[in-house]
């Protein structure tokens, strides 16, 4: 069955840098949209970020745009996400989800169970 | 960006009975030449990720009890719990992805009275 694992969380400082892995299974990594989105503590959800590697495509939220970078590696079906210049704000549970819809911007799942960073110092 | 909100914030409801959630775009997520309102439904439970219900606005996904059904469209769409169940408690959210960035409502949490 489809499966999305996240990992990479953690406690880091205002200004480093942390990557989180979201590692894919039970379908073709390659063939699906993948995005990060997040969610604070008690909070909302936020999109963060989208790759689409069938059309070469990438886009991020005002919010973490370049700061943050989204890529993939297909020989492991592993989605990643640096995240630079961290600020408190970043503070979230960070999730992992597929595209269900027709191209880039669509519908989300599922969902992995999240990962939890913490900006602090 | 399409702002979400949903109505209300808190909704506490019998065992059995009908919940009703509403959530208003901005703008029309209706894309005109396909006739689709580009919307979905989630539901989240205490601790868990959030798990989708309904796409398309109105479709249910792939083993989603028929209690729950959506409706609406253009600006004004409605998830339905036609009769409560215990396991329904949770926090309920609205998407569009009719434009970039996706957004979602606040947030609806479902309570039992």
């Known amino acids: 069955q489809v499966q999305l694992v996240e990992s990479g969380g953690g406690v880091v400082q205002p200004g480093r840098s942390l990557r989180l892995s979201c590692a894919a299974s039970g379908f073709t990594f390659t063939s699906h949209a993948m995005h990060w989105l997040r969610q604070a503590p008690g909070k909302g959800l936020e999109w963060v970020a989208v790759?689409?590697?069938?059309?070469?495509?990438?886009d991020y939220a005002d919010s973490v745009k370049g700061r943050f970078t989204i890529s993939g590696d297909s020989s492991t079906n592993t989605l990643y996400l640096q995240m630079n210049s961290l600020r408190p704000e970043d503070t979230a549970i960070y999730y992992c989800?597929?595209?269900?819809?027709?191209?880039?911007?669509?519908?989300?799942?599922?969902w992995g169970q999240g990962t939890l960073v913490t900006v602090s110092s | 960006d399409i702002v979400m909100t949903q109505s209300p914030d808190s909704l506490a409801v019998s065992l059995g009975e009908r919940a009703t959630i509403n959530c208003k775009s901005s703008q029309s997520v209706l894309y005109s030449s396909n006739n689709k309102n580009y919307l979905a439904w989630y539901q989240q439970k205490p601790g868990q990720p959030p798990k989708l219900l309904i796409y398309w606005a109105l479709t249910r996904d792939s083993g989603v009890p028929d209690r729950f059904r959506g409706s609406g469209s253009g600006t004004d769409f409605t998830l339905t719990i036609s009769s409560l169940q215990a396991e329904d408690v949770a926090v309920y959210y609205c998407q569009q992805y009719y434009s970039s960035p996706q957004t979602f409502g606040q947030g609806t949490k479902l309570e039992i009275k």
């Open positions: 989800a597929r595209d269900r819809g027709v191209s880039y911007r669509g519908w989300f799942g599922p």
């Open positions: 790759k689409s590697f069938a059309e070469s495509y990438e």
